[in-house]
């Protein structure tokens, strides 16, 4: 076998793959050795290098799928929710609770919130779907404080930013934000049911109530990349009205 022939077989599958619905399962490794005379080694390798591109997500025991990551637009004037964001997106959200408790606040995240080390908070760890497909993994504190009967409400809703505007009367905002691209702990790539330790979107955001500025949530997310394409938007686009003013003034050249 030449040398990088996994590279050329993973070329010819992405441009196969491009006109199949996100969803369609893949040939099997088996399938593709017979298909291009190589070996298992070199199968696996297209299969993985696809999945380095983001063109397709491998799924334990079930196989490997053609993904199509959605837009999750972060920016200060949209609302900070997995839900909200996602339906904006076209694709439908779920979130799981898979612990939830009453505890202390660690120093970083007291230091995140601007309260004592120590302060009363809700953490909860959720696992988050986009079309009944895992997406995301978030580690969310929320101070006591601000919605004491939290647990109760999570049962019945699972928008953490509906919860607080029904019970907690507060309109949450997006105060800070830092996003980036990094290969998850062993745990976490387990509970995101990723097969090969493969980069995800890590994102920390503090929300704060829009009336008070007071601060209300510190949270943790990993993100699936076959899921979720994290664009961040800052500042205003400008309106038509305000470019055409720029260009009769000569600040924008044509």
């Not at 799981?96 to 309260?115: D, K, T």
Request: contains cysteine; charged residues 25%; hydrophobic residues 40%.
């Amino acid at each position: 076998m030449p040398e990088h022939r996994y590279q050329t077989i993973a070329d010819q599958l992405e441009s196969e793959i491009a006109q199949l619905r996100p969803g369609t399962r893949l040939d099997s490794e088996h399938v593709l050795m017979k298909r291009f005379g190589v070996g298992r080694a070199a199968a696996r390798a297209a299969v993985q290098e696809l999945e380095r591109r983001l063109r397709v997500r491998r799924v334990q025991g079930s196989g490997t799928f053609v993904s199509s990551p959605i837009d999750y637009v972060i920016s200060h004037d949209r609302r900070p929710s997995w839900h909200h964001t996602v339906r904006a997106a076209g694709a439908v959200p779920r979130s799981v609770v898979l612990e939830q408790s009453i505890a202390p606040l660690p120093a970083e995240c007291a230091r995140r919130l601007e309260v004592p080390e120590g302060t009363i908070a809700h953490h909860m760890s959720r696992l988050s779907f986009i079309d009944d497909v895992v997406a995301a993994l978030g580690s969310e504190w929320i101070l006591h404080a601000a919605a004491p009967d939290l647990a109760d409400a999570m049962r019945v809703e699972e928008s953490l930013d509906e919860v607080l505007r029904q019970i907690g009367h507060v309109e949450s905002v997006r105060s800070w934000c830092r996003a980036a691209s990094d290969l998850p702990p062993a745990e976490v790539q387990k509970t995101l049911r990723l097969i090969s330790p493969v980069p995800v979107w890590v994102v920390e955001s503090v929300n704060r109530d829009a009336d008070t500025g007071r601060a209300l949530t510190y949270s943790k997310a990993w993100m699936r990349g076959d899921a979720v394409r994290v664009v961040m938007e800052i500042g205003s686009e400008p309106c038509a009205a305000a470019v055409n003013s720029m260009v009769t003034k000569g600040v924008v050249q044509q």
